[in-house]
């Protein structure tokens, strides 16, 4: 995608910059744990193109059934290793590593170090409107807006979706660029009134094609942050009409990613952002953006040290 391409480019003197004044390149440390298939693309995905732009990436793999005090331990291993700069846990962890275990790895991650903004003092900063590191797919869907030139100021963005790794960071950073806000979620009342009254419209949900064109305003901006899998052709009959490229893709792979929000709200939509191409590649071009902004922020607290 363009946009992802671009931030990209942005990004290369940075690393230049960084590399000739400390001698060594940014570095990230990725932490898979088990063997969960879109995990794995992820993953593939952020190494590629974080080590591609000429930073170090590494990553640290931890068997399915791995206790979550080896990945504690992992983790505050990353924390002590100064080739590191940035630290990347890759949701979700094996079930066997317990309930907490998400919360509790995000929370041992060094806060400086916290590539994906998830814990508690970067969340706090960004709620003070003065983000450090801000979650990544969130950050690349603002990113988006502004260089598309979407005005916010004023207007109503309504985001679907409440989680702390989307819905309200997103919440967050529409308001700070002086949006009015609302944030709906699996309990909320006359959702499709509120989001067609929506001037950006933010599906974080979860559900394929869950957002159809009864929910549009005529001329929305809509970003499709959610990605699905279909496995089942009934659905895939269901949302999209015989002879487009989805269809082909299914009958070719028996499988097909598709976004929360359905296809005809093309028709409507001012902009929908694409699944996959849209969000994707936005979150994966942030996490090299933050690689390089928590190595820069490292070195600047070091040199004031
Ligand atoms: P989540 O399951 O943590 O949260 C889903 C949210 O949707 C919840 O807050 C829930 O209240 C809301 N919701 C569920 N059913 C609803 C309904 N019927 N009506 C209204 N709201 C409803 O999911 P998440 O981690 O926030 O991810 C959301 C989607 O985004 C998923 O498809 C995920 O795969 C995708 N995602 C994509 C990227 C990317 O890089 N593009 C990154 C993260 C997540």
Redesign the pocket.
């Known amino acids: 995608m363009a946009c992802a391409a671009r931030i990209r480019d942005d990004v290369a003197p940075r690393i230049a910059a960084f590399t000739e004044r400390h001698g060594r390149p940014p570095g990230l440390g990725v932490v898979l744990a088990g063997q969960n298939p879109a995990s794995e693309v992820y993953v593939r995905n952020k190494i590629k193109t974080v080590a591609g732009a000429g930073c170090r990436a590494e990553l640290f793999r931890l068997d399915q059934s791995a206790p979550v005090e080896e990945a504690l331990a992992l983790v505050r291993r990353l924390n002590a290793d100064e080739a590191f700069d940035a630290i990347l846990v890759q949701s979700p962890l094996p079930e066997g590593m317990g309930k907490d275990a998400e919360q509790r790895i995000f929370d041992a991650v060094d806060p400086a170090k916290d590539v994906d903004g998830f814990h508690p003092f970067n969340v706090g900063l960004l709620v003070q409107k003065r983000p450090a590191l801000v979650a990544c ?1 969130p950050l690349g869907c603002i990113e988006l807006l502004e260089r598309e030139g979407i005005a916010m100021k004023g207007r109503h963005a309504v985001v ?4 702390d ?3 309200k960071p997103m919440a967050m950073l529409l308001l700070h660029r002086d949006c009015t806000v609302t944030i ?3 309990r ?1 009342a006359g ?1 499709p009134e509120i989001a067609r009254s929506a001037d950006i419209l933010v599906a ?4 394929p094609g ?1 957002v159809t064109r009864d929910f549009v305003k005529p001329g929305a901006t809509v970003i499709d ?4 899998t279909l496995t089942d052709e009934a659905d895939v009959t269901r949302l999209f009409a015989a002879g487009s490229k989805k269809r082909a893709a299914f009958a070719e792979k028996g499988s097909v990613l598709v976004g ?1 929000v359905h296809p005809d709200v093309e028709e409507i939509a001012g902009a929908v952002t694409p699944v996959p191409g849209g ?2 590649p936005l ?1 994966v071009a942030m996490v090299l953006r933050n690689t390089v902004t928590a190595a820069e922020l490292r070195a600047t607290r070091k040199a004031a040290m």
């Open positions: 797919t679907i979706g409440r989680s790794i989307v819905g709906c979620h699996s909320t959702l974080a949900i979860g559900r869950f942050v959610g990605i699905n929360d969000v994707g979150t």
